[in-house]
């Protein structure tokens, strides 16, 4: 769910629907959306006008995509309490599940209203890239939380030198960093975008500045990395699964890149690109954890 929250924001933002609902949790003051620009006052252009509307008319389709996202995220908050409530059968066996539950609880809490602070400061880049590190902060907290209670968990791991913990602790911290390259990129993006009226994609490339090639070059340290601790590990005869998906998610990872830097751009490219890197995130932190459990753990849960 929470990767699907990451599709519909990136979403959001690859067809400029981020003020398509100008205030939050309603949007434009009710909890339904208009589907029609009827169903709104007469002077909603002025209401809204600190919002972009002065100058903007009506959108249903910005404003249902908007909404879609938020209730996709709430769903996601609904889920998360759910397994906060379930997780108490782990209350007498491993209370820190119980713990890391309620702290997932309250990072969609926060997140939600961080989306709020969004929509408030008219999309701040800051805040759109404070935004997304935190739900990459969300994917860790659950993978711990399914690996700790995983039935899996009594099983003793090959064991992993320090070396390689702390190269799984590079790739992880270089993700971080190519991420807000890649989110200061999409703010850029985004200005271009609007001033060409989503349209001459071809275009926006050129116009983009250093950051664009200090995430292009970057990439090369990411996958130099990467792929020197798939074949650390596989010297050492650890060949999780996750190692050969770290590869292929890189790969398809440049690929896409390629794409959107060559091929103009393309609107249906770009989640895909946000989506592919925020997998690649999981599955190197799925690799650090199972890096550092190489002690045998008590079966917990059912």
């Not at 200061?184 to 001459?200: F, H, L, M, P």
């Amino acid at each position: 769910m929470i990767y699907l929250v990451i599709i519909a924001g990136s979403v959001v933002r690859m067809t400029g629907s981020g003020m398509g609902c100008p205030d939050w949790p309603k949007c434009f003051g009710m909890w339904i959306p208009p589907t029609d620009v009827s169903q709104l006052p007469l002077d909603y252009q002025q209401t809204y006008a600190d919002r972009g509307y002065a100058d903007t008319s009506f959108n249903v389709f910005h404003t249902w995509t908007e909404y879609l996202n938020r209730l996709v995220g709430a769903l996601t908050g609904f889920i998360i309490l759910a397994m906060l409530l379930f997780s108490f059968g782990y209350w007498r066996s491993d209370r820190r599940v119980v713990w890391l539950c309620l702290l997932a609880v309250i990072a969609i809490g926060f997140q939600a209203w961080l989306g709020k602070l969004v929509v408030d400061s008219v999309l701040t880049p800051v805040k759109i890239t404070v935004h997304m590190l935190m739900a990459l902060v969300m994917v860790a907290l659950q993978l711990y939380i399914i690996k700790r209670t995983s039935s899996n968990s009594s099983k003793i791991t090959t064991a992993v030198g320090s070396s390689l913990r702390w190269i799984a602790i590079g790739c992880l911290f270089l993700t971080l960093v190519q991420v807000t390259l890649g989110t200061q990129v999409r703010e850029q993006v985004d200005e271009i975008a609007a001033k060409y009226s989503y349209g001459n994609r071809w275009q926006w490339i050129s116009e983009l500045n250093a950051i664009f090639k200090l995430h292009r070059s970057f990439s090369l340290v990411v996958i130099m990395l990467n792929s020197y601790l798939v074949w650390a590990l596989y010297n050492k005869g650890i060949r999780w699964q996750a190692n050969g998906w770290l590869i292929l998610l890189l790969a398809i990872e440049i690929l896409t890149g390629i794409v959107l830097t060559y091929l103009g751009m393309p609107a249906y490219i770009q989640p895909v690109h946000l989506l592919l890197a925020s997998l690649i995130f999981g599955t190197q932190f799925w690799i650090l954890l199972k890096a550092f459990h190489n002690q045998p753990a008590k079966v917990i849960g059912n």
